[in-house]
């Protein structure tokens, strides 16, 4: 599933092809993803209205519109965000959920083969509500080792589950909460609370250095995930621990074991290097 690196690599590559347009036609092909909003409501607002930004919360990209509505777009497993400056492709428009024709000749379409993403529309008191049930941003300079240590403090379950909580911090999902735990040499199966401040120090500049480095790769590509032009990413060409199980460990060499004890999504860690 898309995580923070991959979402902020698709609205930076969205952001200078489609703010300042206005939508000219829009097409739902699927309203299983809509949330608070019916299908005429939606296609009434955006025919016609005018991007005046993109950014991202969360794993969520959204779409902001005079007015003060947003349009929030949840990628879920396997939704793919893309821009053409150009016609479809049957293959481009195949799975398509919402296509927004900007111009003649620019298209965005939001493409889901499993559909366990959604579009919600919101007016401003909506996505205030939305926006407090999330937790903090990890690139934000308020996002301090004491703001982590603060989190991590009140829960005694699994580290890695506590960080993987959206209310908690977010944007870390399974690929970057197994990385950073590698990284900051933590068991992911640690109470959150028995970390020391040493700790919680070491867990803050793993998972800050490798969300931005992962945005730098534009994101992790296994399958699905594509950048806002339709590209892969290349993250996956540097991952540590995650889909590594059973090789070696490239710190010390030991075997990299896969658990799924942790609230049943794969682990993968070093038992020497994370014991
Ligand atoms: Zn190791």
Redesign the pocket.
Known sequence: MPELPEVETIVRDLRPRMVGKRITAATLSKTDVLRKVSKPALLKFLRGSRITAITRRAKHAVFHFAGGRRMVISLGMTGALVVYNRALTPDEVKYSVLLLELTSRSRFVYRDIRRFGAIYLLDQAAWTKYDARLGPEPLDPAFTPEVLGAQLAGSRAAVKKVIMDQAKVVGVGNIYANEAL?TARIDPSRPASSLDGREVRALHRAIVAILERAIKAEGTTFRDYRTGTGQPGSYQLRLNVYGRGGEP??????R?VTTHSIDARATTM?????G
């Open positions: 590698f460990c490239r710190r010390c060499g030991h990299l070093c038992p020497w290097c994370q």
